[in-house]
């Protein structure tokens, strides 16, 4: 089992930049590809980015291609997400995910951290 906790979400202005962090513990990372989702109140999750296990494939939402990038360190048990040109569309709590199998499918993780909240201002 995995345990993961996401940060770097905070407030910033339309077409500024985050990175998010995904720190996992309980088990090596590299043993799972991972995934980025966000959910905004009252909506479904939805699907950012995910990665294979050992980060050489990578796959994006379309509202996020190009802005977003997905990568990890299995050395030091994270997975990061950063992000540029933030929209305020952008704006929701963002959740790191561990799955068995590289998929853009939320009902296929096994493991979720608590969430982190990002903010963009117009």
């Known amino acids: 089992q995995v345990q993961l906790v996401e940060s770097g979400g905070g407030l910033v202005q339309a077409g500024g930049s985050l990175r998010l962090s995904c720190a996992a513990s309980?088990?090596?990372?590299?043993?799972?590809?991972m995934g980025w989702f966000r959910q905004v109140p009252g909506k479904e999750r939805e699907f950012v980015a995910c990665?294979?296990?050992?980060?050489?494939?990578?796959a994006y939402g379309n509202s996020v291609e190009g802005r977003f990038t997905i990568n990890r360190d299995n050395a030091k048990n994270t997975v990061y997400l950063q992000m540029n040109s933030l929209k305020p569309e952008d704006t929701a709590v963002y959740y790191c995910?561990?799955?068995?199998?590289?998929?853009?499918?939320?009902?296929?993780?096994?493991?979720w951290g608590q969430g982190t909240q990002v903010t963009v201002s117009s």
């Open positions: 995910a561990a799955d068995g199998t590289f998929t853009r499918v939320a009902e296929r993780y096994d493991y």
């Open positions: 309980g088990r090596t990372l590299s043993t799972y590809a």
């Open positions: 990665i294979s296990r050992s980060g050489g494939t990578t």
